[in-house]
């Protein structure tokens, strides 16, 4: 059970290891050249800047709630309206500049073919920002 038993008339088989010594010199010069250089790269040049008036950004458009309960009632901001007030209301706030965003509140149990008109209505009358409101999921 000797491994390197000293055999002389043994023949001497190629040695079929990769060194890997050199390689890992090279990059451990590699990585000391990179971290003392890299504080030279980040270097910020110093500028004196122009000051410019710029005008104010405009106001984020208000939002509009339309809710939909199960039993099909319209709501325009938690407030009970039928469906012609409801479609006049909508053509009001389209011609409102900046227009605002129509956020679509419906039940669960509300049938699609009410939203649906709702989103039709929203649309016609030149309402372009709509959005549903759910509530999250619980994560259990």
């Known amino acids: 059970m000797a491994f390197g038993a000293f055999n002389h008339h043994r023949q001497r ?4 290891d990769i060194n890997v010594t050199p390689m890992v010199d090279v990059m451990l010069v590699l ?3 990179f971290i003392l250089g890299a504080p030279v790269f980040t270097g910020a040049v110093k500028l004196d800047l ?10 984020p458009a208000a939002t509009v709630t ?5 039993a099909g009632k319209f709501y325009w901001n938690n407030e009970a309206v039928q469906q012609a007030v409801l479609e006049q ?3 009001e706030a389209a011609k409102m500049a900046p227009q605002p ?11 699609y073919e009410t939203v649906a ?3 039709a209505a929203a649309q016609t009358r030149g309402l372009t920002k709509m959005g549903f409101v759910t509530d999250p999921k619980d994560k259990k």
């Open 89 to 91: 209301r909508m053509a």
């Open 31 to 33: 990585l000391v050249i």
């Open 66 to 70: 339309v809710a939909i309960d199960a």
């Open 117 to 119: 008109q709702v989103m």
């Open 101 to 111: 965003e129509l956020q679509l509140r419906a039940d669960k149990d509300t049938r």
């Open 50 to 59: 122009p000051k410019a008036q710029t005008a104010q950004p405009p106001q």
């Open 13 to 16: 088989e190629s040695m079929s």
